[in-house]
């Protein structure tokens, strides 16, 4: 029997360069077993990723901000501090970075995405003043979100909705905001191209990076083996 999983998309179900890996749709349809989809994304990028897999929507979306099960979404994060932040951003001469594409933070309901090239320091400068925001970085953007929610607590409140142990699940990240699922899920790998924190987190460091990683973990629970990698 294979485990549930928990999976990270960005860095890790994606190639170096940030398009789905193919593979995704060789591995992930047959599996067994629950599969989350824990992203920063947007909810409904990961549920139609769960539809094209023809898996029932199980998903964490906007880093914990919006959890969605058994037909039912709820919406856990408060928008409001951080879309004044972003408004104090904006207002000291920020920019969000993303040009002429309003499709990043259209379908946002709790959190702010900007640019990975936006200014860092003013960022952070407006989201300490304000006090009620946390700035996560997950290396494809800086998310502007409540810290009373992560993706961890959304992956908890699914494996609650199932009648599964949160420890039964496996997970696969990339970044700062995969460490609360590191920490709620059984077992945590991390691809070799994660950040510190992740790799910190981590029970086990992959020796392949982005999906190759990924299809390193699958292949191996499917076989009852274990994934190749630094044991921490």
Do not use: C, Q
Not at 77 to 104: K, M, N, Q, S, Y
């Amino acid at each position: 029997m294979v485990p549930p999983l928990a999976l990270d998309i960005d860095g890790t179900l994606t190639t170096p360069d940030g398009r789905l890996d193919p593979r995704v749709f060789e591995l992930l349809p047959d599996w067994e077993a629950p599969v989350v989809l824990a992203t920063g994304k947007a909810f409904p990028y990961p549920v139609a990723l769960a539809g094209f897999l023809g898996h029932p929507a199980r998903v964490v979306a906007e880093n914990g901000g919006v959890v969605h099960v058994d037909d039912e979404t709820t919406v856990l994060g408060d928008p409001t501090a951080p879309r004044a932040v972003i408004e104090a951003f904006l207002e000291r001469g920020g920019d969000l970075g993303w040009g002429g594409d309003g499709t990043v933070n259209r379908w946002r309901e709790t959190e702010v995405a900007v640019a990975p090239d936006a200014d860092e320091a003013l960022l952070r400068e407006v989201a300490a003043a304000d006090g009620d925001v946390e700035v996560v970085d997950t290396g494809y953007a800086f998310h502007v979100k409540s810290p009373d929610v992560n993706k961890g607590e959304g992956l908890a409140r699914i494996a609650d909705s199932l009648g599964i142990d949160p420890t039964a699940f496996v997970t696969v990240g990339d970044s700062e905001n995969d460490v609360s699922t590191f920490e709620t899920a059984g077992t945590a790998y991390a691809v070799a191209n994660a950040d510190r924190t992740a790799t910190a987190a981590a029970d086990v460091v992959l020796e392949a990076t982005y999906m190759d990683g990924t299809v390193a973990v699958l292949e191996a629970l499917t076989a009852g083996e274990r994934p190749a990698g630094r044991r921490r």
